[in-house]
């Protein structure tokens, strides 16, 4: 059973432009969460995603969208990056229960 | 809004010593607290995840401990290993918004051999 994938692994993009990230969730999970962390810092809230639609966001401006697909998969949207966007960006998987599944991250570097 | 604060920020311990981690959180009236472990520049494992409904919860080494009156966790770590060195998360839930994690910043623990 695989669990939450993540892709790309590393990726670097240059201030201004726009990224797209990608999360599958663990099988059997229909919930799935971004967040963001900062270099020695703990993760931090962006949105959730649930039936396809955004249910719950933190405080990230209108630059980070998302997308959830019919098969549960997701992708973050980062638009016009600036160099503190720079960060691991994990997604969690769940279903009903309440425990979450984190995935391996992206680590994006805005230069 | 919750807040959660972890103590210490870095522990550096031999190689067989039993150590404690401490969470601490703001709003008490959470469902469950999970912990987790975070190797450099890699995502979280879960390691425990304990209900309200529970005191304790228990794999291997670790346990951990959850009293939510005084707003408390903490894990617990028996016999230390070189291979326990990594950052260990606590999170708990913004009960104004339950599906979103608040997280501490973490401990960064280095076992010595």
């Known amino acids: 059973d695989a669990g939450v994938t993540q892709s790309p692994t590393h990726l670097i993009k240059t201030r201004g432009q726009q990224v797209t990230l990608r999360c599958s969730p663990k099988?059997?999970?229909?919930?799935v969460s971004w967040y963001q962390q900062a270099l020695g810092q703990g993760p931090q809230f962006i949105f959730q995603y649930y039936e396809e639609e955004e249910r719950q966001r933190g405080n990230f401006p209108d630059r980070f969208s998302g997308h959830q697909f019919p098969n549960y998969s997701s992708e973050l949207n980062v638009n016009a990056l600036l160099l503190g966007d720079s960060a691991l960006y994990l997604c969690?998987?769940?279903?009903?229960?309440?425990?979450?599944?984190f995935g391996p991250g992206t680590r994006l570097t805005v230069t | 809004k919750q807040e959660v604060t972890q103590i210490p920020a870095a522990l550096s311990v031999p190689e067989g010593e039993n150590l404690v981690l401490n969470c601490s959180f703001t709003d008490s009236a959470i469902y469950n607290l999970q912990w987790f472990r975070q190797d450099p520049g890699k995502g979280l494992t879960s390691l425990l995840l304990i209900q309200s409904s529970q005191r304790e919860q228990t794999s291997g080494r670790l346990n951990a401990s959850l009293d939510k009156s005084s707003g408390r966790s903490t894990l617990y770590i028996a016999a230390s290993q070189p291979g326990d060195s990594a950052t260990y998360l606590c999170?708990?839930?913004?009960?104004?918004?339950?599906?979103?994690?608040?997280f501490g910043a973490g401990t960064i623990l280095r076992v010595k051999s």
């Open positions: 999170a708990a839930p913004d009960m104004e918004y339950g599906n979103k994690l608040v």
């Open positions: 969690a998987s769940r279903s009903q229960g309440y425990e979450q599944y």
């Open positions: 099988s059997g999970h229909d919930t």
